[in-house]
């Protein structure tokens, strides 16, 4: 009994070690994530990523009525024109959020970077996901 309790709380110990910031996982939280804090001005401006067959502009920019708050939009020049916009929150080393598709779509999305580079993790559910590495747009 005394192992099956042992078991059990390094199970749900574990289980919540990929949490991200809140309630519980955003998305499965990426690993590699560097220690060097995202901030402001590192993230800000125009992005764009190669991804999926299709090129994806990515402009992000400062909330003024709130601090430690980003604004993400995203569209892309694929077969099907897709747009999206969304929030990102300051967390330790990460930036996270919310992007909306339309209104019936959103995804968790966290920014954050990695011995590669930036990245942005989109949400699709059931613990899937797709990375996103960023280039500054020039």
């Known amino acids: ?3 099956l309790s042992s078991f059990m709380a390094v199970f749900i110990m574990t289980s919540f070690s990929f949490a991200g910031p ?9 690993t590699s994530v560097v220690r060097e804090a995202l901030n ?3 993230i800000y401006g125009d992005w764009v990523a190669y991804e999926h067959n299709a090129v994806w502009y990515i402009n992000i920019q400062k909330d003024p009525l709130e601090i430690g708050r980003a604004s993400i939009a995203i ?3 694929a077969v099907f ?3 999206a916009v969304g929030s990102l ?4 080393n990460v930036f996270w959020g919310k992007l909306v598709m339309d209104a019936n779509h959103s ?5 954050y970077k990695d011995y590669e580079g930036t990245k942005l993790r989109i ?3 059931h613990n899937r996901y797709v990375d996103v590495r960023l280039y500054r747009q020039k």
């Open 107 to 111: 995804a968790a999305i966290v920014l």
């Open 89 to 92: 929150y300051r967390g330790d």
């Open 22 to 30: 809140g309630d519980g996982p955003i998305v499965p939280w990426p």
């Open 1 to 3: 009994m005394k192992l």
């Open 40 to 42: 402001e001005t590192t």
């Open 123 to 125: 949400a699709k559910g």
């Open 81 to 83: 024109t897709h747009k």
């Open 75 to 77: 569209s892309s020049g």
